[in-house]
């Protein structure tokens, strides 16, 4: 686990460094992602996104994103903790407008705790691989505005994968342009 968070780390670092030199536009959006998994749990959490002019001219985005249900439906409550990490790429249409349209691919890691000793039988862990689409609303001011719907590729029964990671999911990131230039 030590060395998953080294390389966050750097990637998180890499997302703000400049790209190329000859780049002219390069934004870096931080935010709050609220998800709801359908017939499941509210997880909530952090939200990064890069993308700069060389970049399709920015239309490539890359993410970071780390969400988990102690800051949803787990929050005052005996809900089960879990925690989801993706890396995300994304292809946006119109870049320059105010409603902008992507669609994008995750992909991460997924844990869940559960009470210890009770279910230790059960699987916690998994990959993730989802996709999700959506409409990216950029107000007059830096703030963003992202809601998705999304799908889960791997998913879990409760034997051969985490019982709690179900298929569909709704999520809406508002993020602030903290970095742009």
């Not at 990490?85 to 995750?106: G, H, Y």
């Not at 791997?154 to 742009?180: A, E, H, K, R």
Request: charged letters at 15%.
């Amino acid at each position: 686990m030590k060395n998953t968070w080294y390389i966050l780390m750097i990637l998180a670092t890499t997302l703000v460094i400049p790209f190329s030199s000859q780049a002219q536009n390069r934004t870096l959006d931080v935010g709050v992602r609220l998800q709801k998994t359908f017939g499941m749990y509210s997880e909530n959490g952090l939200s990064a996104q890069y993308t700069d002019q060389s970049l399709m001219k920015e239309k490539l985005y890359f993410g970071l994103s780390y969400f988990s249900s102690l800051m949803g439906s787990a929050l005052a409550s005996n809900a089960i903790r879990q925690h989801n990490l993706l890396l995300s790429t994304a292809l946006a249409w119109r870049p320059a407008k105010t409603i902008r349209p992507f669609v994008r691919l995750n992909t991460g890691f997924f844990i869940a705790r559960y009470e210890p000793g009770l279910f230790d039988a059960l699987p916690n862990k998994s990959l993730l691989l989802s996709t999700d689409f959506g409409i990216a609303f950029q107000t007059k001011c830096p703030l963003s505005i992202t809601p998705t719907l999304g799908y889960n590729l791997i998913t879990g029964d409760g034997v051969s994968g985490p019982g709690t990671l179900f298929p569909v999911f709704l999520q809406t990131t508002v993020s602030w342009n903290i970095y742009q230039r």
